[in-house]
Structure formats: structure tokens, C-alpha cells
């Protein structure tokens, strides 16, 4: 299994993108891709903070839980995590919307909230993808998205982690692995205005290539691609 990952700023002051992973030869396999929320306070630690505890708690209770509630109470603890972040700093609001990614053996176990995304490749074409938890979305399953739509709603999600009491029905699918696949996590700077295609055909030898591109990109832009 092989890892990259990319974070970049674009024309935004900060990236308040963070990427972690843990892949070693001991299971699970866990990646994490969390966007921290802007117009609040402090989105790049509410991103961080929230990654890091989500991977503590996993390593940590592994043999505890089975899969999909260890991700389920995973989240929560970083949600936890998160609420005594803003105590400590006293702010209002702080936030992140975030993938999660587990592989243990053949089984890939998928979580997320907002509108970061996970997407499964085989043989060079998408086989899964997650529904983002935005406005945009659930008004383009009622048809009744507009051009203006995309504009207002772009960035408002329907669901985060805010270190608060509003986290419902988690969400945690289950995937088959096989050799050669290809996984992106990957934040909505990156789906939304780069493209998959960077991050499919991305090695280390085309950061410059995306580097370039930053002055044309309104938001940060940052993945991690596991290839199986």
C-alpha cells in the first residue's frame, strides 16, 4: 500500500486543510482528511484537533469495538476533543467537516461529514463516492438546483463536527478492497476546482505541477491517495 499527499493553500491567507494518516504494516490502515470550517474561529486547529483525536481513539480502541461503531465513537470523542479546544481558547464557534478512511485486510470502512470526500477507484473508474452534506446537494436531489443556487449555497454544509451536541446519525459504509485500487480523500477545493485527475495520476514528482495552479484556486486544495 502506497500513500501520498498534497495540501495546498491556494489564494486563501491560511490552509485551514489538514491530512493524517497511519499506514504501517500493523492494522488498521486509518486516513483522515479534514477541512477546517471558515467564517468561524480557528479552523485549522478545529481541523487538527479533530484528526488527531479521531486516530488516537481508533489506535487506542481497535480491539474494542467493532469497526463501524469504533469510527462512530471515534467521531464523538473528537467532537468531544474539540468542545474543550474551545473552552480552553474561549471561542464561540470553531469547526471541520472530514473523511475518515480505515482498511483492515480486504474491508475498507468509510465515514464522513460535510462535503470533503472519499472516492474508490478500480481499473481506472470510480465505483464509490460519498454524497456530500451540503445545501447544493440535497437541493440538486429535489431538481431544483439553479446556476444561483451553486453560487449561495457552495459552501454551506448540512453536517460538521462543532464541538457541540448537534452530531446525528453518523455515517459509516462498507467497502470491498481489492489490489490495485485506488482511494482519494480529498477536500472540496480539490473536487470542486482542481479535479480528480490530479490527485488519481499524483506522485511526488508533480508537486510543482500543483503547485502552479495555486494562484487560480480560491480555496485550499489538499488529498490523500492510497493506492492499494
Partial sequence: MT???YSNKGRRKTNQDFLLYKNTAEEPQ???????MGGYSHGEVAARVVSESILEFIEDNYHIYKPEQLIKEAIIYGNDSLMLKKLALGVGKMGTVITILMITGNIAYVSWLGDSRVYQYRNSQEIYRTEDHS???ELYKIHTLTAADVEKYASIVTASI???DTLRDLP?????VQDNDIFILCTDGLHKEVGLNHALAYTESMKEDLDRLSGSISDNYSFIKVEI
Fill in 135 to 137: 445545501i447544493a446537494n
Fill in 172 to 176: 459509516v459504509e462498507k467497502l470491498d
Fill in 162 to 164: 462543532m464541538g457541540d
Fill in 3 to 5: 500513500t501520498y499527499q
Fill in 30 to 36: 486509518i486516513f483522515i482528511c479534514a477541512d477546517g
